[in-house]
C-alpha cells in the first residue's frame, strides 16, 4: 500500500491505494518459461536425431570412429539444458507483485534462449550429420567439423547469456 495525496480544490486528502498489476502478466511470464523450454529441446531433439543419423551411416563404413563422432549429438543435447537453465532462472522471478513489464521481458528471454537453443540445434544437427559421414572418409577433417559444431553451439550460449542479462 501506497499513499497519496489527492488535492480538491484547497483541501489536501491522504487516499491509501494498492499498486495493481495486470492479472495476464504471469502467464506472459509463464509462456516465457515454456518457450524456453520447448524450443531448447525442440534444437536439441533435432541436432540430436540429424547428428545420430550421420553418425550411425558413417558407423557402417568405420565402426571404429563411431565414438569419436559421437560429439555432435552429446553437443545437441547440451542445448535442452540452456532451455532448462532459462526456466528455473525465469520461474524463480515470478512472484507476486508482477508486472505486465515483468511478464513481457520474461517471454522476451525465454523466446531468446529458446529459439536460440533451436537455431544451434538445427546447426549442430546438419553439420553433425555431414561432418560424421566426412570423418568417417577423412579423419582429418575432425579439427574442421569441431570447430563448426563449437560455433554451432556458440549460437545458443549468445541466447542464453543475453535471456539472463
Do not use: W
Not at 495493481?20 to 515454456?34: K, N
Not at 545420430?52 to 560429439?71: E, F, I, K, Q, Y
Not at 534462449?113 to 540445434?121: I, M, R, V
Request: with cysteine; charged share 5%; aromatic share 8%.
Amino acid at each position: 500500500h501506497h499513499t497519496a495525496v489527492a488535492v480538491a480544490s484547497d483541501i489536501m486528502i491522504p487516499v491509501q491505494f494498492e499498486i495493481l498489476c495486470s492479472e495476464t502478466a504471469p502467464f506472459f511470464g509463464f509462456m516465457g518459461i515454456a518457450a524456453a523450454v520447448v524450443f531448447a529441446n525442440l534444437g536439441s531433439a533435432y541436432g540430436t536425431s540429424k547428428a545420430g543419423v550421420g553418425v550411425s551411416s558413417m558407423g557402417v563404413m568405420n565402426p571404429h570412429l563411431v565414438m569419436r563422432s559421437t560429439l555432435p549429438v552429446v553437443m545437441a543435447g547440451i542445448l535442452g539444458i540452456y532451455g532448462l537453465i532459462m526456466a528455473i532462472i525465469l520461474e524463480g522471478n515470478i512472484k507476486q507483485p508482477y508486472s505486465s513489464f515483468a511478464g513481457y521481458a520474461h517471454l522476451a528471454s525465454g523466446l531468446c534462449c529458446g529459439l536460440s537453443s533451436l537455431a544451434a540445434g538445427l546447426s549442430i544437427g546438419i553439420v553433425g550429420d555431414a561432418g560424421a559421414r566426412a570423418n568417417g572418409q577423412q579423419p582429418r577433417l575432425f579439427v574442421g567439423m569441431m570447430l563448426m559444431l563449437i560455433f554451432g553451439e556458440a549460437l545458443a550460449l549468445y541466447g542464453l547469456i543475453a535471456s539472463i542479462v
